[in-house]
């Protein structure tokens, strides 16, 4: 399956997704059973999604040989709670959590999902998953994992009610950028690969966990309501926040403000098609928006604030 010009130019990077399940159902327990339900769940979307059991030929095509997903099981000797409210958080005991971190050639050999179920002693489940973002944006993510959500309720008999007609008209949608942003020729190779020069690099890193609570998002979507932004999204004041802080930051660094720039992914689909499209379409359909902060510039304030206010509405992870 040829890729859309969008997808040629993302490399084989993986993104991490970590979902916590407590207990809540003493009599429930994660055993045999349940586990290969989860699998025949897991086979059944991967069905729908098939493009994602395939493997990537070159950077231009993928190989729809339905080789399959790789999907682990870990028991984890500690109780979950005490691993998320740890403080400080031992951020590197969550890399454990997740499946696939190993880059390897070639490159024909690399799953595009993999799956990682961990069974905590409390009874509570961490299913984390590693997906090729070459083909794969957060709402192609979201998509397949509600789309696994909804056929694991089904399978383990939680809920006799059949999903809606409009959401089975919908995934019919598979790949449909293989014939809207398609084109006869492919992308020179020092286009296609400039994702993994640029991002894939080896070296050391820092990673941080900033955690926002309901009331702490109530509170600074309180101070970002101004007359032009009545009523600020999650996205509005959680960017606004962390864009005034970081820019604080740099400031004490260098002793003066320093030009700032703030991107977002926006999700394509239901601006630039028409009719929009599916959401439950594969692909890399997203755009960045991006905006800048000059210190000297006049009128800089109200302008950056005019383009973060339109991505209400957008897809923005």
């Given at each position: 399956m040829k890729l859309s010009l969008f997808d040629q130019g993302d490399g084989l990077s993986h993104v991490p997704i970590i979902l916590y399940y407590t207990k809540r159902d003493a009599n429930f327990n994660i055993n045999e059973k349940v586990i290969n339900q989860l699998k025949d769940s897991l086979s059944k979307t991967l069905a729908l999604f098939y493009p994602l059991a395939g493997r990537v030929k070159d950077r231009f095509s993928i190989d729809c040989n339905d080789e399959g997903v790789l999907f682990s099981t870990t028991r984890v000797n500690c109780d979950m709670a005490n691993l998320i409210t740890t403080q400080p958080p031992d951020l590197q005991s969550f890399s454990a959590l997740v499946p696939y971190y190993v880059f390897v050639d070639p490159r024909d050999?690399?799953?595009?999902?993999?799956?990682?179920?961990?069974?905590?002693?409390?009874?509570?489940?961490?299913?984390?998953?590693?997906?090729?973002?070459?083909?794969?944006?957060?709402?192609?993510?979201?998509?397949?994992?509600?789309?696994?959500?909804?056929?694991?309720?089904?399978?383990?008999?939680?809920?006799?009610?059949?999903?809606?007609?409009?959401?089975?008209?919908?995934?019919?949608?598979?790949?449909?950028?293989?014939?809207?942003?398609?084109?006869?020729?492919?992308?020179?190779?020092?286009?296609?690969?400039?994702?993994?020069?640029?991002?894939?690099?080896?070296?050391?890193?820092?990673?941080?966990?900033?955690?926002?609570?309901?009331?702490a998002i109530f509170t600074l979507k309180a101070k970002a309501t101004s007359e032009r932004v009545p009523n600020p999204t999650r996205v509005e004041a959680i960017s606004g926040f962390i864009w005034k802080h970081a820019m604080a930051a740099s400031k004490a660094v260098w002793g003066m403000q320093q030009p700032s720039m703030l991107s977002h992914q926006m999700d394509l689909r239901r601006k630039i098609f028409e009719p929009s499209l599916s959401k439950y379409s594969i692909g890399n359909f997203t755009w960045k928006v991006v905006a800048h902060y000059y210190p000297f510039a006049e009128k800089v304030e109200e302008e950056e604030e005019e383009k973060i206010t339109s991505l209400d509405g957008f897809w923005v992870y």
């Amino acid at each position: 399956m040829k890729l859309s010009l969008f997808d040629q130019g993302d490399g084989l990077s993986h993104v991490p997704i970590i979902l916590y399940y407590t207990k809540r159902d003493a009599n429930f327990n994660i055993n045999e059973k349940v586990i290969n339900q989860l699998k025949d769940s897991l086979s059944k979307t991967l069905a729908l999604f098939y493009p994602l059991a395939g493997r990537v030929k070159d950077r231009f095509s993928i190989d729809c040989n339905d080789e399959g997903v790789l999907f682990s099981t870990t028991r984890v000797n500690c109780d979950m709670a005490n691993l998320i409210t740890t403080q400080p958080p031992d951020l590197q005991s969550f890399s454990a959590l997740v499946p696939y971190y190993v880059f390897v050639d070639p490159r024909d050999k690399v799953v595009q999902v993999a799956i990682q179920l961990n069974i905590f002693t409390c009874g509570g489940v961490v299913i984390s998953g590693c997906f090729m973002h070459k083909i794969m944006d957060g709402a192609t993510i979201g998509a397949f994992l509600k789309s696994w959500a909804s056929n694991s309720i089904a399978r383990l008999g939680l809920s006799s009610s059949p999903p809606p007609e409009e959401e089975k008209e919908e995934k019919k949608l598979v790949y449909p950028g293989i014939s809207m942003i398609t084109s006869k020729q492919t992308l020179p190779a020092d286009h296609s690969n400039w994702p993994e020069r640029m991002l894939l690099r080896e070296g050391d890193g820092i990673i941080q966990r900033f955690l926002f609570k309901s009331e702490a998002i109530f509170t600074l979507k309180a101070k970002a309501t101004s007359e032009r932004v009545p009523n600020p999204t999650r996205v509005e004041a959680i960017s606004g926040f962390i864009w005034k802080h970081a820019m604080a930051a740099s400031k004490a660094v260098w002793g003066m403000q320093q030009p700032s720039m703030l991107s977002h992914q926006m999700d394509l689909r239901r601006k630039i098609f028409e009719p929009s499209l599916s959401k439950y379409s594969i692909g890399n359909f997203t755009w960045k928006v991006v905006a800048h902060y000059y210190p000297f510039a006049e009128k800089v304030e109200e302008e950056e604030e005019e383009k973060i206010t339109s991505l209400d509405g957008f897809w923005v992870y």
